[in-house]
Structures are given as structure tokens and as C-alpha cells.
Nanobody, 115 residues
Framework: QVQLVESGGGLVQPGGSLRLSCAASGSTFSISVMGWYRQAPGKQRELVARITRSGSTTYADSVKGRFTISSDNAKSTVDLQMSSLKPEDTAVYYC?????????WGQGTQVTVSS
């Protein structure tokens, strides 16, 4: 199994920045991809960004050019640097991993973009 612990959410003004971090523990050797999803009230959970163990990245169109995902395979961590935040980025952000033993999710961290 894999356990995920997220940190870094909070309240930020439009145009501001936040950095989310996620640390994995347990059977981290089994992880092949790490990523971030988000879920806004009344909406489905959606992919924000993901990164493979080899460093290949995928971003949602809505965050391209504003968000950057990075990972440290040795530490089993994945970060999401969010810049130029918009009110529509407000959501609960979830860390996610996929690999040999399936999918795992963090508990979620709230990001609120508001003036």
C-alpha cells in the first residue's frame, strides 16, 4: 500500500501563488506516476497535472502555463507550483499515485482563490 500526505493549501488572492506538496510512504517502489486532481463543489474530480517516474508531464488545458508539477523520485514527493491563480481554481486538491498496486489518494487540501 501507499500512503499520501498533502500540505500547502490555503487562501490566496487572485493572481497569487501557492505550492502544494505531497509525500508518499509505504510501497513507494511500486509508483509509476504521481499527480494532482481537484474537485470543485458540484463538479466532478478532474486531472490537474501528473508526472511519470521518467519525468513525462501532462497538464489540464486550464492550467497550462500557470501550474508546474515536479517530483523527487528518491524522496517519493510530488509538488504543484500554482501561479496566476484564478477564482475558478478554487477546489479541494488531491494527491494521487498510480502503479503496481493500483491507485491511491491523499486526504485532500483546500485551495481557495478569493479577494
Amino acid at each position: 500500500q501507499v500512503q499520501l500526505v498533502e500540505s500547502g493549501g490555503g487562501l490566496v488572492q487572485p493572481g497569487g501563488s501557492l505550492r502544494l506538496s505531497c509525500a508518499a510512504s509505504g510501497s513507494t517502489f511500486s509508483i509509476s506516476v504521481m499527480g494532482w486532481y481537484r474537485q470543485a463543489p458540484g463538479k466532478q474530480r478532474e486531472l490537474v497535472a501528473r508526472i511519470t517516474r521518467s519525468g513525462s508531464t501532462t497538464y489540464a488545458d486550464s492550467v497550462k502555463g500557470r501550474f508546474t508539477i515536479s517530483s523527487d523520485n528518491a524522496k517519493s514527493t510530488v509538488d504543484l507550483q500554482m501561479s496566476s491563480l484564478k477564482p475558478e481554481d478554487t477546489a479541494v486538491y488531491y494527491c494521487n499515485t498510480g502503479g503496481l498496486y493500483g491507485l491511491y489518494w491523499g486526504q485532500g487540501t483546500q485551495v481557495t482563490v478569493s479577494s
